[in-house]
């Protein structure tokens, strides 16, 4: 029986925490409960399920600030900021349909600890970029702090960095301090049509090497951009380039066509205003182009995430290139390569990937596949022993008894 | 300043020392003369000094591996030192400790446009990465002042920051990876040209950890295109008030200047009669504003920032019309530090950062506090941001002044930590600030940060002394205390 237990306080939480330490038994700890998909599940008979540890506790929209507790839905944030013109700079994706639920369920504590960032990483940075402070109960059952509210801080150890992406495996957080930014009064997307991998990289390249502040650059393969619902990114017929460009009115314009005058050579070029854009990056963000859309299609493949020297991009995904059923498209300007694989010959097609990556400099992550997959390959890419050595330690530190999602991360 | 205890029988021993550092690092690598290590007595924090027991410079990581594995098996302390600019005595030697310089590890090692960054050495100087990349367009954003001196290395271990760090980011932002050798002389590579690591963000943590982690022995730094153009608007308000409503107003209108910088009265006045920048004297408070972007956007921007100026007071608003004039604005503001060095024997910098809309106050509090301690103060402040450099002026000559000008310090530092900011915004804690940590963590606070410490040097032999008010040792931090009984966990919500 798993007994679910549902805080609303930080004390409750810290409540809850010190009794699974003076039982010594482990906490699965949940915002939303989105992403349990994601590394290895947990094995545990207690949830800690943070979703009624809600609301948002501070906004000053002019100090760029914003704190809310753990389990706040991110829905709720975005909403409130978008009434002051604000935004998450670092454009959070909607995870929740990747394992198959729902979108609007995921809270800011889940972000924090998936350190997740979307399109906007490459200009912007990731969640740990924008996470300034924070509340804790850690695995020692003992409430603490660090961070703070101000936008520059070097006030002993940037804990705030560690636990984002510790996946729940360090500390539970109750309260969380964010860094928000004005949103982009406008935007609008440069596309180019029918280049190959290598040569949409390049392309992408020439963009960002531009003083042209590129916000988002993406490619989708012609099977892949087949399946977006833009209308004119679907019906395109090839491949499909994408580059973003955001900010102020005139500057968007000007920074939009000398952007096209800049990549001429790579052939003809098109634009997509607000909403196009909007909806094409949204997809992007969210992996929308790799998710099964219907029964059978496609479904029971595995899911892969792989982050490389932008560079190397292409010539990752080339190692995949004799495997049948395999789609692929970039982001951060060929630095994140999504992968969807057969889920058949998980281990072979695991090494094949591992090795690809790490040639490179890079690290493949396996965001989605079925239990039995995941049972047998690590989520994450494999650290040195070095590295491991330390993880471990760090873990000792903060959950000394391992009653915080143990084996989330292994 | 309290400093861990010599050791006697680490001072007895100095001469072996020297001799098998000798033989890891050999020829002129091991400094023992007295006159030879004199230079590194201290760092940018003058007031204090302490002539380390030996000094070495390593060339290779392989060298900085041997020399901790040695250290640490021989239970010798360490101290990591960059160009020694650090205003905290992050570098400050230990009179039983190795002081341990990067200053030969001073190469660019890879300069890769492709993927748009630069694998550099961490002895390499901030200004130098910029210097090498400006000829394609390129340049590192994080531009701390003291940039034509201080080592990549040391804007790692201090996360620095500088007048473009509200845009642009702090050097947490900017680095993409680092190569860390650890007390226990173990390599590790953090990053790389990729984002996002698995695992545990230790890139992320090591980046502020001011020298007590590990030593940097390489860094990936991520390059940045130079925007197309840039301005800057010169303003002067007859109010602190003013100015710092503007700097509000500018962001809530959705703009987020390269640059947005303030001095007061006192700093505009030393600045001006130094650098001759063309800052009018008869102002309260100045800003500066720039603008950086393609030339269209540039100007719109221009003229929101002056249109909002005008509306909250400005009595002066110049806008930049050439390189030369925005360079020539900011050459004020860049000299501050110096322009007060030349009006005072000495000066004190302070570096508290606090929610922006708190400045009033606290300037007019640190006026009062001025007043006080009988000391002058000027302000320069990364007004964007929120972080506040009040500069005390005294006379080190002066029998007492020190210590007052460091206990009006301490009280400006509380002060931002009362109206919701913190000790330090980018100059670090060091030893100067330690004492002055539990004004803002609590205990256990503290003790979670030193388990952290623990994780990386169990024996605390590396940059001992700094950031922490009190060591412990990791034997007793790792402790659990099981609280029994907790009555609550059975009221609480279930489904
Ligand atoms: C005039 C002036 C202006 C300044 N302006 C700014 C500013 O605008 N913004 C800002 O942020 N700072 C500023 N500073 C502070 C200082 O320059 C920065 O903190 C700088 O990053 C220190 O670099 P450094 O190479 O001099 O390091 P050091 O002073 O030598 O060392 C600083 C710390 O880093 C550690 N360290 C150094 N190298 C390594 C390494 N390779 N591995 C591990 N640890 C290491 C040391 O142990 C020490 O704790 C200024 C200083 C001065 C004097």
């Known amino acids: 029986?798993?007994?679910?237990?549902?805080?609303?306080?930080?004390?409750?939480?810290?409540?809850?925490?010190?009794?699974?330490?003076?039982?010594?038994?482990?906490?699965?700890?949940?915002?939303?409960?989105?992403?349990?998909?994601?590394?290895?599940?947990?094995?545990?008979?207690?949830?800690?399920?943070?979703?009624?540890?809600?609301?948002?506790?501070?906004?000053?929209?002019?100090?760029?600030?914003?704190?809310?507790?753990?389990?706040?839905?991110?829905?709720?944030?975005?909403?409130?900021?978008?009434?002051?013109?604000?935004?998450?700079?670092?454009?959070?994706?909607?995870?929740?349909?990747?394992?198959?639920?729902?979108?609007?369920?995921?809270?800011?504590?889940?972000?924090?600890?998936?350190?997740?960032?979307?399109?906007?990483?490459?200009?912007?940075?990731?969640?740990?970029?924008?996470?300034?402070?924070?509340?804790?109960?850690?695995?020692?059952?003992?409430?603490?702090?660090?961070?703070?509210?101000?936008?520059?801080?070097?006030?002993?150890?940037?804990?705030?960095?560690?636990?984002?992406?510790?996946?729940?495996?360090?500390?539970?957080?109750?309260?969380?301090?964010?860094?928000?930014?004005?949103?982009?009064?406008?935007?609008?997307?440069?596309?180019?049509?029918?280049?190959?991998?290598?040569?949409?990289?390049?392309?992408?390249?020439?963009?960002?090497?531009?003083?042209?502040?590129?916000?988002?650059?993406?490619?989708?393969?012609?099977?892949?951009?087949?399946?977006?619902?833009?209308?004119?990114?679907?019906?395109?017929?090839?491949?499909?380039?994408?580059?973003?460009?955001?900010?102020?009115?005139?500057?968007?314009?000007?920074?939009?066509?000398?952007?096209?005058?800049?990549?001429?050579?790579?052939?003809?070029?098109?634009?997509?205003?607000?909403?196009?854009?909007?909806?094409?990056?949204?997809?992007?963000?969210?992996?929308?182009?790799?998710?099964?859309?219907?029964?059978?299609?496609?479904?029971?493949?595995?899911?892969?995430?792989?982050?490389?020297?932008?560079?190397?991009?292409?010539?990752?995904?080339?190692?995949?290139?004799?495997?049948?059923?395999?789609?692929?498209?970039?982001?951060?300007?060929?630095?994140?390569?999504?992968?969807?694989?057969?889920?058949?010959?998980?281990?072979?097609?695991?090494?094949?990937?591992?090795?690809a990556v790490a040639l490179r400099g890079g690290h493949a992550t396996l965001i989605r596949a079925s239990p039995a997959t995941r049972e047998i390959v690590p989520a994450f890419h494999p650290v040195s022993n070095a590295e491991a050595a330390i993880a471990e330690r760090m873990k000792d530190a903060f959950d000394p008894k391992s009653i915080l999602n143990p084996g989330r991360m292994d | 300043m309290r400093m861990p205890a010599p050791d006697e029988r680490v001072l007895a021993r100095r001469a072996e020392i020297a001799a098998a550092l000798r033989a890891i690092v050999p020829g002129e690598g091991v400094i023992d003369t007295e006159e030879g290590r004199r230079p590194f007595e201290c760092d940018g924090l003058t007031a204090y000094r302490q002539l380390p027991m030996l000094v070495v410079l390593p060339e290779t990581t392989a060298q900085v591996s041997e020399i901790l594995k040695y250290c640490k098996r021989e239970g010798i302390k360490v101290v990591p030192r960059g160009a020694g600019t650090s205003l905290s005595g992050g570098a400050l030697p230990l009179a039983d400790g190795v002081l341990l310089g990067v200053a030969k590890f001073n190469r660019i090692l890879e300069i890769d446009y492709a993927n748009r960054c630069a694998v550099v050495q961490p002895g390499v100087t901030n200004l130098a990465i910029t210097q090498a990349v400006e000829h394609e367009g390129f340049y590192y954003a994080p531009d701390p002042s003291s940039q034509i001196a201080c080592t990549i290395g040391g804007n790692v271990a201090e996360n620095s920051g500088g007048v473009h760090c509200l845009k642009y980011g702090l050097t947490a932002n900017n680095v993409l990876g680092v190569e860390l050798v650890m007390m226990d002389g173990a390599i590790i590579r953090l990053g790389g040209k990729h984002l996002d690591a698995p695992g545990y963000d230790l890139l992320g943590l090591v980046i502020g950890s001011e020298g007590m982690l590990g030593v940097v022995t390489e860094v990936t730094v991520r390059l940045l295109k130079k925007p197309a153009t840039a301005r800057a608007v010169l303003l002067g308000f007859p109010s602190n008030e003013a100015a710092g409503d503007t700097v509000g107003a500018i962001i809530a209108a959705?703009?987020?200047?390269?640059?947005?910088?303030?001095?007061?009265?006192?700093?505009?006045?030393?600045?001006?009669?130094?650098?001759?920048?063309?800052?009018?004297?008869?102002?309260?408070?100045?800003?500066?504003?720039?603008?950086?972007?393609?030339?269209?956007?540039?100007?719109?921007?221009?003229?929101?920032?002056?249109?909002?100026?005008?509306?909250?007071?400005?009595?002066?608003?110049?806008?930049?019309?050439?390189?030369?004039?925005?360079?020539?604005?900011?050459?004020?503001?860049?000299?501050?530090?110096?322009?007060?060095?030349?009006?005072?024997?000495?000066?004190?910098?302070?570096?508290?950062?606090?929610?922006?809309?708190?400045?009033?106050?606290?300037?007019?509090?640190?006026?009062?506090?001025?007043?006080?301690?009988?000391?002058?103060?000027?302000?320069?402040?990364?007004?964007?941001?929120?972080?506040?450099?009040?500069?005390?002026?005294?006379?080190?000559?002066?029998?007492?002044?020190?210590?007052?000008?460091?206990?009006?310090?301490a009280e400006i530092l509380k002060l931002c930590v009362e109206v919701g900011g913190v000790l330090t915004g980018e100059h670090g804690v060091g030893v100067e600030k330690r004492d002055l940590m539990p004004a803002m963590f609590d205990e256990v606070d503290l003790a979670q940060q030193e388990r952290v410490k623990c994780v990386f040097d169990p024996d605390s032999l590396l940059n001992p002394g700094k950031v922490f008010p009190t060591l412990h040792r990791c034997a007793e931090l790792g402790r659990v205390h099981v609280h029994g009984g907790q009555t609550r966990f059975a009221d609480l919500p279930r489904f």
């Open chain 2, 254 to 409: 959705g703009v987020i200047p390269g640059g947005m910088e303030m001095m007061d009265k006192p700093a505009i006045h030393a600045a001006e009669d130094f650098i001759h920048a063309g800052y009018p004297r008869d102002v309260e408070a100045l800003l500066i504003v720039e603008l950086d972007g393609p030339a269209v956007e540039v100007d719109d921007l221009v003229a929101r920032v002056e249109a909002i100026a005008r509306g909250k007071g400005a009595t002066v608003v110049q806008v930049s019309q050439s390189d030369e004039e925005r360079l020539r604005f900011w050459a004020g503001r860049k000299a501050a530090f110096p322009a007060v060095g030349r009006i005072s024997p000495d000066y004190y910098c302070m570096d508290g950062t606090i929610p922006r809309r708190r400045l009033p106050e606290v300037l007019t509090k640190t006026a009062a506090l001025s007043a006080k301690y009988g000391l002058r103060v000027a302000n320069v402040f990364h007004a964007g941001d929120g972080n506040l450099h009040p500069l005390i002026l005294y006379d080190a000559n002066n029998p007492g002044e020190l210590e007052r000008a460091e206990a009006f310090g």
């Open chain 1, 1 to 355: 029986m798993t007994d679910t237990l549902s805080p609303t306080s930080a004390e409750d939480v810290l409540a809850a925490v010190r009794d699974a330490l003076a039982q010594e038994s482990p906490l699965e700890i949940v915002g939303g409960g989105t992403k349990r998909g994601w590394g290895r599940s947990v094995k545990s008979n207690r949830v800690l399920d943070l979703s009624r540890l809600s609301g948002v506790t501070l906004y000053e929209p002019e100090e760029l600030v914003l704190s809310a507790k753990a389990g706040t839905k991110l829905a709720e944030i975005k909403a409130l900021l978008a009434e002051h013109k604000q935004m998450l700079a670092f454009e959070p994706p909607e995870f929740a349909p990747v394992y198959g639920g729902p979108a609007g369920r995921q809270t800011l504590g889940g972000i924090i600890a998936c350190n997740l960032a979307g399109p906007r990483r490459i200009k912007a940075g990731a969640a740990r970029d924008h996470f300034l402070g924070f509340r804790a109960v850690s695995g020692r059952g003992e409430p603490y702090k660090a961070g703070g509210r101000v936008m520059k801080n070097v006030t002993g150890y940037d804990l705030p960095k560690l636990l984002c992406g510790s996946f729940g495996t360090l500390a539970v957080m109750t309260d969380i301090t964010l860094k928000v930014l004005p949103a982009p009064e406008k935007a609008r997307t440069v596309l180019i049509l029918g280049l190959d991998d290598a040569r949409a990289c390049e392309a992408m390249a020439a963009a960002l090497n531009s003083p042209h502040d590129v916000s988002g650059a993406a490619h989708l393969p012609r099977a892949v951009a087949a399946r977006s619902g833009v209308n004119y990114v679907h019906g395109a017929g090839h491949a499909v380039t994408a580059l973003r460009v955001e900010g102020f009115g005139p500057s968007v314009e000007a920074r939009c066509q000398a952007l096209r005058a800049l990549l001429k050579r790579f052939g003809p070029s098109e634009e997509l205003h607000t909403m196009n854009s909007g909806a094409l990056w949204r997809e992007i963000r969210d992996v929308a182009p790799l998710l099964p859309d219907g029964p059978g299609e496609s479904a029971g493949r595995d899911l892969w995430r792989l982050s490389v020297p932008p560079a190397e991009g292409a010539v990752a995904v080339t190692a995949m290139r004799n495997r049948t059923d395999t789609d692929h498209y970039f982001d951060w300007g060929g630095g994140l390569v999504w992968l969807a694989v057969a889920g058949t010959a998980a281990a072979e097609a695991t090494s094949l990937i591992r090795g």
